[in-house]
């Protein structure tokens, strides 16, 4: 236990500034959806073992701590898939090494782009349906 | 004084050893495995999450849509719902290996103890093989409209 305190202290006193923020947050999001697609998968083989018990479990992704929880997912996966996009060409690509911090802002910025209106409409479509009228 | 002498042979103790031929091949399969899977993933599972859960939205799903894609067990089965299968399954067992390595470098990085990282890996690997296997066989089966979990017994 005291080897991760001292491992989550040292990560984020390690002055690596962006690159070090985006190695971190590709190991975090990728642990983050790695259990969400475990719950996921296991979640919807239900369907296979009783209607009954699927119907009830869409039931409860319906609820607000699933439909928070899906809006972390949503940043978490848009982030891991641009990131290991940006990773996998530099690897393939070492003339682009110089300019390894433009690649780290613009993918901090196409990640803003894609996982902000992503969020709007989930969020969106969630409150709605939790707060709207008739329903 | 002959560490500082540049041409004093370099002492045995800081020649590094070279990784087992075995591991190399698999540590070099994995990083390959990990960039190509990850660019299906990108298209399979953007699209699936862009689809499913931004334009239908969870707040939409019945267990009646997931009969019409995915198909009822012992029907046959149509041609969209076939898609449906294989794209699924295809996603299921990448996106489930690319997981299950990515957590072995991380977990390799930060449990020093040998016995703990084994017995760690050994559990995570039975649990993700387990629903990676239950996953296949829901999609290979289909759909058990009659309820009843005896329904696998027949």
Do not use: C
């Not at chain 1, 006193?13 to 959806?33: A, D, F, K, N, P």
């Not at chain 1, 690649?103 to 707060?131: D, E, G």
């Not at chain 2, 299906?40 to 997931?66: P, R, W």
Request: charged share 15%; net charge positive.
């Amino acid at each position: 236990m005291s080897a991760l305190i001292s491992t989550v202290r040292a990560s984020l006193s390690y002055r690596g500034r962006e690159g070090h923020w985006l190695w971190m947050l590709h190991r975090v999001s990728g642990l983050g959806v790695l259990l969400f697609l475990i719950l996921h998968v296991a979640g919807m083989s239900s369907a296979f073992i009783s209607l009954e018990i699927h119907d009830r479990l869409l039931e409860l992704y319906k609820t607000p701590p699933f439909a928070i929880g899906e809006l972390a997912l949503a940043f978490g996966l848009i982030f891991h898939a641009i990131n290991g996009t940006r990773i996998a060409i530099l690897e393939l690509k070492p003339e682009l090494w110089q300019k390894q911090q433009l690649a780290t802002r613009l993918s901090i910025l196409i990640v803003a782009l894609v996982a902000a209106p992503t969020i709007l409409i989930m969020a969106a479509k969630s409150i709605q349906a939790f707060f709207g009228a008739g329903e | 004084m002959s560490t500082l002498n540049p041409s004093a042979p370099a002492s045995p103790r800081r020649v590094a050893r070279p990784i087992p031929q075995g591991r190399n091949r698999f540590e070099r399969a994995m990083w390959l495995f990990m960039r190509f899977s990850g660019l299906a993933l990108l298209f399979l599972a953007l699209s699936h999450f862009g689809f499913q859960h931004i334009i239908v939205g969870t707040h939409q799903l019945s267990s009646e849509d997931t009969i019409v894609r995915w198909g009822l067990a012992g029907e046959s089965i149509t041609v969209s719902q076939l898609f449906w299968r294989l794209y699924y399954g295809v996603m299921v067992l990448l996106a489930m290996l690319h997981g299950l390595n990515g957590l072995r470098q991380v977990a390799y990085d930060y449990l020093k103890n040998k016995t703990v990282y084994n017995a760690f890996m050994a559990a995570a690997a039975a649990l993700i093989l387990a629903v990676t296997a239950l996953g296949v066989i829901a999609l290979i089966v289909g759909v058990n409209a009659s309820g009843a979990v005896e329904a696998i017994a027949r």
